[in-house]
C-alpha cells in the first residue's frame, strides 16, 4: 500500500545526484558566500552541467524534462547546503521554462541553448515598487512603435539583477488589470536598461537582488512572448512551480537545521546528562520532524498535481507553499533554541539558515495570500 507514496528509482537517482553535488559544492563554501556576500556563479554553472538549469525544459530544447516533483526534490537537496544559492536556480529555471513552454520557435533558438548551460543566466521580472501581491496592477508599459516595443518602468525585487543576462519582463500593452499585460525577454545590453544598487537584505546573501529599471528600452517585436495580453497568465503559472520550489527550499533548509539541531543536542551536555536525554528536548525534536513529514507530503502531492495539470493545482502549489514555508521557519526557529546562545553565532549555520527562510514567507506571493488563493478556490467549488 506504501508502494504509490514512494519514490521512483529514477527519483530516488536525481535525488542522490543533488546531494551529493550539494555535499561535495555548496555545503563546504555557503557559510562563505553568505558572510562574504559572495555570488558563486562557477558553483551554479556547475548545477547546469547536471540539468538544474533546465529542469523541467523540454528535452528537444536541450533541458530535461522532468516534472515538478523531480525539480523540488533537487530544490530541497541543494536547500540542504544554502537556501539562497537553490532559490536563485529555482528563478532561473522558471524563467527558462515560461520561454520553453511559450515562446515562438525563433525566440527559443536565440535563447534557450546559452539559458539551458547557464552561459547566460535568467531573471523573472514581476513586482514593482508599488505592486507587490497587487502583482495586476503593474505600472511598467510597453507601447508598440513599428517592430519594437518600446518599455519603461522599474522592477522591485529582482533576483540576479546587475548579474543576470536575460530578464522575463512583464508589462502593460492594453487594458488595466491582468488581461492588458503581456512578456517580453529584455538583454541586459540593451540600451536603457540599468540597475538599482544591490539591496541591503537580511538574508539571501550568496545572490544579488536589485531593482531593474527600463527607460525607454527598445525591445525587437519578436521578443514578445507568446502574444499580446497573454503576460500575466504565463507569470501566474509560473508561480506555480516558483511556489513549489521556494517551499521545498524551506524543507531543506529545515531538515539541515533539524540535522544539526540533533547533533547538538546529543554532543552538548547540562546538568550531567547530554540535552537529547531530556523529555522536553525529545518533544521538541519529534515534533519538528513530525511537521517536516507532514509538509514534504503536501509539498509531494502538490507537485505531482502541478505536473499532471489538475483542475486544483493552484490550489494545492499555494497550500503547499504556506504551509512548508511556515513550517521551516518554525522548525529552524527550534533548531536555533536548541543551540542556546550558540544557534545566535556565525560559527554554527543555523542563524544563516533562520535568515535565509524568513523571506520564504513573503516572495512568489505572501503566505496571507496563499491563504486568499485557496479560500477563493474553496468558496467557489
Not at 537529547?276 to 525534536?285: E, I, K, M, R, S
Not at 543555523?350 to 468558496?379: A, K, P, Y
Request: aromatic share 8%; proline share 3%; hydrophobic share 40%.
Amino acid at each position: 500500500m506504501t508502494n504509490q507514496f514512494a519514490l521512483t528509482e529514477d527519483q530516488r537517482e536525481i535525488q542522490d545526484l543533488a546531494r551529493r553535488f550539494t555535499a561535495d559544492r555548496i555545503t563546504p563554501h555557503a557559510g562563505e558566500w553568505d558572510e562574504k556576500h559572495i555570488f558563486p556563479r562557477n558553483t551554479i554553472k556547475a548545477a547546469a552541467e547536471l540539468g538544474f538549469a533546465a529542469i523541467y525544459v523540454s528535452e528537444e530544447q536541450g533541458g530535461i524534462g522532468l516534472g515538478r516533483l523531480e525539480a523540488a526534490l533537487i530544490m530541497e537537496a541543494m536547500a540542504y547546503g544554502c537556501p539562497s544559492t537553490s532559490a536563485f536556480i529555482s528563478i532561473h529555471n522558471m524563467a527558462s521554462w515560461m520561454l520553453d513552454r511559450f515562446g515562438s520557435d525563433a525566440l527559443k533558438a536565440k535563447y534557450l541553448p546559452d539559458l539551458v548551460t547557464m552561459e547566460r543566466m535568467a531573471s523573472y521580472c514581476l513586482t514593482e515598487p508599488s505592486s507587490g501581491s497587487d502583482a495586476a496592477a503593474l505600472r511598467t508599459r510597453a507601447v508598440r512603435e513599428g517592430d519594437d516595443y518600446v518599455l519603461t518602468g522599474t522592477k522591485q525585487f529582482i533576483s540576479g539583477a546587475g548579474e543576470n543576462d536575460v530578464y522575463l519582463v512583464m508589462a502593460r500593452t492594453g487594458e488595466e488589470g491582468p488581461r492588458g499585460i503581456s512578456c517580453f525577454v529584455v538583454e541586459k545590453e540593451m540600451p536603457g536598461v540599468s540597475f538599482g544598487a544591490q539591496e541591503r537584505k537580511l538574508g539571501w546573501h550568496s545572490q544579488p537582488t536589485a531593482q531593474v529599471n527600463l527607460d525607454g528600452v527598445r525591445v525587437p517585436a519578436e521578443n514578445l512572448v507568446g502574444q499580446e495580453g497573454e503576460g500575466f497568465r504565463f507569470a501566474m503559472m509560473g508561480l506555480d512551480g516558483g511556489r513549489l520550489n521556494i517551499g521545498a527550499c524551506s524543507l531543506g533548509g529545515a531538515q539541515r537545521c533539524l540535522d544539526e539541531a540533533i547533533r547538538y543536542t546529543r554532543d552538548r551536555k547540562q546538568f550531567g546528562r547530554a540535552i537529547a536525554d531530556f523529555q522536553n528536548t525529545q518533544f521538541t525534536l519529534a515534533d519538528m520532524d513530525t511537521e517536516l513529514q507532514a509538509a514534504r507530503a503536501l509539498l509531494y502531492t502538490a507537485a505531482a498535481k502541478v505536473t499532471a495539470e489538475a483542475p486544483d493545482k493552484t490550489r494545492f502549489a499555494a497550500m503547499a507553499k504556506r504551509f512548508a514555508t511556515d513550517t521551516g521557519s518554525s522548525v529552524v526557529d527550534r533548531a536555533l533554541q536548541l543551540h542556546g546562545g550558540y544557534g545566535y553565532l556565525m560559527d554554527y549555520p543555523i542563524e544563516r539558515f533562520w535568515r535565509d527562510l524568513r523571506v520564504h514567507s513573503i516572495l512568489e506571493g505572501t503566505n496571507q495570500v496563499m491563504r486568499m488563493i485557496v479560500g477563493r478556490e474553496l468558496v467557489r467549488e
